[in-house]
């Protein structure tokens, strides 16, 4: 039921039967303000979407909104795939990071990570990030997080993310243009491609690798590079995340040339779905073959083939990928004794 992207079983085996913390990072890029770019929410109102992904993961309920977050197609926020894991499994503890919000969740008992980061401005007009320092915070969170559970699961829901990651990508020197996935089944290349182009420009030959992530990025990623660093190893992490979290690590793996460092990555591994793996657009293999260091990635053998529902069956035919750790929530699953049928039926019955 679970499928290497690359690196071997041993690791995803080693977490059989465990618990997890999960850890969901929030953000807001002024990215997905253009138009076209994302469809990963309500238009018009794609501020929300990380929101009220964690107001429903954590409570079953959206509170921001009289709706659940879904795309002008009709397809439900992955979010929904995540809570049904953990409804039929709980992961020990939800936590929230603030990354940069526009509108805080309304949840309470739950960790609420703040670290004062206020959202990113567009890209193409220069995103205005303050890279070392969310970079630090992010570094120093890593360094002193705690929790009894086995492993980690970090997770992130942000707009337009797949564009920022793209754009980061290149920047920083990888040959990635075509292979970042999107939240559409069609990549939306032109307004991509001219926002990434906009973007790019905004780099001088004198910026150093902080200076580059301020201008192209976006709060999760370069944070949640620093938190890895942090936690140097010293415990378990799936990365639950597609071609947005292959970014962080190529974040991961440019810091460390730059600074001539080393990485153990022996404890890291990268989950996604297997409509990210198998997407024609874009190819996290190969973004992970990148690397300079090793990393197990995996996806779970998930679909929606026996449900019912229309809105889901649209996951099957592309219109949605990833999001809100349903890779890595499914993993979670599957490795403590899930069956598939008990999930898809879960997730139908958040439906109606």
Known sequence: MIKNIIGNSDFIE???????????????????????ITQAGIPGKMYLT??????????GEVRSLDIIAETPKGVPTPALITRAVHMLNPYSSLEILDLGLQVKPKIN???????NIKPSSRIDENANINALDIFQKGLAFGQKYTTT????????????????????????????????????????????????EKSLKHIKEEDDIFSILGKVSDNMQIFNAGFILGLNNTK?????????????????NSILKTMDGTFNSSNLALCTTKWVYEDKNSNIKALLEMLNFKINAYYPEFDFSTSNHPALKLYDEGE??????????????????????????KVESFLG
């Not at 080693?14 to 076209?36: P, V, Y």
């Not at 378990?236 to 995340?241: D, E, R």
């Open 109 to 115: 008992y739950f960790n609420i990570h703040d670290f």
């Open 236 to 252: 378990k992490v799936l990365l639950a995340g597609g071609t947005q979290m292959a970014s962080v690590l190529l974040i991961i």
């Open 50 to 59: 990380p929101t009220l992904d964690s107001e429903f993961l954590c409570t």
């Open 14 to 36: 080693s977490l059989r039967g465990k618990k997890a913390s999960f850890l969901l990072a929030l953000s807001n890029t002024d990215t997905a303000n253009i138009e076209g």
């Open 149 to 196: 559970d086995d492993y980690i699961i970090l997770a992130e829901s942000i707009p337009s993310g797949t564009s920022t990651a793209c754009a980061t990508a290149q920047a920083l020197g990888y040959d990635a243009k075509n292979l970042f996935s999107s939240s559409f089944k069609d990549t939306p290349s032109n307004i991509r491609e001219t926002t990434i």
């Open 320 to 345: 949605a990928k990833e999001g809100v750790g349903a890779g890595g929530a499914l993993v979670y699953g599957l490795i403590n004794g899930l069956e598939k049928e008990q999930i898809i039926n």
